[in-house]
């Protein structure tokens, strides 16, 4: 049988390369991969555009000498010509595309996201008995206990190791309860014990940060987008 691939000490044929991928479940990782590479295969860019590029990669990635270099070309089973002509070119065709496809609905979605995207910094106490949450309320409410000092001593989540205060953290990923409280909030704002799955939380906000569009935020967006532009694309052609 053909050999087909050369993977350290191993050779690998056509018949078992099909074998290996269905199993380790990277068929899908193909097709996507196909998806983009029709995609993104009418785009252009200067030389400029791939010199400049070709930097970054290596600044990003750390590649500053030829050992550093070499070490990575041999993790990734790959020769520096291949990383410069095709899988370098590659990367910036895919930048490329991002933003002829999206770059111009970057704002619109970045508001409809955004209350999502603010961060909140905030002190969180958790306990299950509701009679011993509306006591410690009023504690910190009556300034008799600081909100760390009575966090510290009875929370029951994992907020007691920082003395309740948590975050940033983006509201999109937090419990929509807080969320919602968070978002309402004014700093220093104390709410009564509210029910969070199996707690009673009492939560004080300590700082909205609201999020801006950036450049992180617009990459970021950007491969929201992106991502979501190629799971519709596996499905449609699953």
Partial sequence: MTTVLQLENHTINGEDILRRL??????PQLRRERIIDEAIAPISYTEEELENTRQRFYEQNQLDDDTKLQ????H???SQEFL??????RLLKIKKFKHQQWNHQLKSYFLKRKHELDRAIYSLIRIRERGIAKELYFRIQENEQSFAEIARQYSQGREV?????????ELGTMHPTLARLLAISQPGQLWHPVP?????AIVRLEKL?????NVSMRQRLLR???EAWIQKQMYENS
Avoid: D, R
């Fill in 224 to 226: 929201e987008l992106f």
């Fill in 209 to 213: 940060i609201p999020a801006q569009l």
């Fill in 22 to 27: 269905t199993s380790y479940q990277m068929i």
């Fill in 84 to 89: 410069e002509t095709v899988f370098i070119p």
């Fill in 71 to 74: 070490v990575w070309l041999k």
């Fill in 161 to 169: 190791q920082v003395n309740g205060i948590i975050g940033p953290v």
């Fill in 196 to 200: 969070v799955e199996e707690w009673l």
């Fill in 76 to 78: 990734h089973s790959m």
